[in-house]
């Protein structure tokens, strides 16, 4: 197929978010908390384990009260919100606050760091005419993110789940973002690290390529190895 347009996930695919040390540290001097070092890291530990950092590995199992908002959490911002610092008040931080302050540094920019190998790929996309959108599951406009890093200029088009109300898998959220392109979803292949919820863009039409989401180390070019681009695949 002639590939016009690319649709790309952004947490573990396009970017990768901090560990969850450095997301606590931030959140306790945002707050201007001090903890010893043994508390420090037993907090980390406990977050760790409740998987309560967003963009992270989802949580095993969820608590009976968190179920319904967590199945829908991308849904809106209120229920992403709810559902984060609901995982994350599982842990007894000494700080009340800490759990929004919790929430608001998974927004930040600072809190994310591009794949090395995103610039290179994007930009040959769309110095080659191809057509790119960003389909993700998400509470919060990650446009700001994209921008900080540099990389917004490549990106034609967003299809952000709490902004139309659906999540992926759901076909209609793909179809969306083709739409948004320009384009053909036959004509469109969809890269993502979720097997489960990227794969709903073959419901319409597209082809899909995954990528492992690890850390930035450990994946150097694992976005040029999909062959999107010959010249640097």
Not at 1 to 29: H, N, P, Q
Not at 136 to 154: C, E, K, M, Q, T
Not at 194 to 202: L, N, P, S, V
């Amino acid at each position: 197929m002639a590939i016009k347009g690319v649709l790309f996930d952004f947490s573990g695919t396009l970017f990768r978010i901090e560990s969850v040390r450095s997301w606590l540290a931030a959140a306790l001097a945002e707050r201007r908390v001090s903890v010893d070092e043994a508390a420090f890291g037993q907090y980390a530990r406990e977050l760790e384990a409740a998987r309560a950092l967003p963009g992270g590995p989802a949580p095993q199992r969820v608590p009976e009260h968190l179920a319904e908002v967590w199945a829908s959490r991308d849904e809106s911002a209120e229920a992403h919100r709810a559902a984060y610092t609901g995982l994350a008040r599982q842990v007894a931080l000494p700080d009340p606050g800490l759990y929004d302050a919790l929430y608001e540094r998974h927004r930040n920019p600072e809190a994310w760091r591009p794949y090395p190998d995103a610039a290179e790929v994007l930009g040959a996309l769309a110095a080659g005419g191809v057509r790119i959108g960003v389909v993700s599951n998400i509470g919060w406009d990650l446009r700001p993110v994209l921008r900080a890093h540099g990389l917004d200029a490549f990106v034609d088009a967003y299809a952000l789940s709490f902004e139309h109300g659906i999540q992926k898998p759901d076909a209609q959220l793909f179809h969306i973002a083709c739409t948004l392109l320009g384009q053909h979803p036959a004509d469109v292949v969809m890269v993502g690290d979720d097997r489960h919820a990227d794969a709903g863009a073959a419901a319409v039409g597209c082809e899909v390529r995954f990528v492992e989401p690890a850390p930035l180390a450990e994946r150097p070019h694992g976005l040029r190895e999909l062959g999107l681009v010959p010249e640097v695949a």
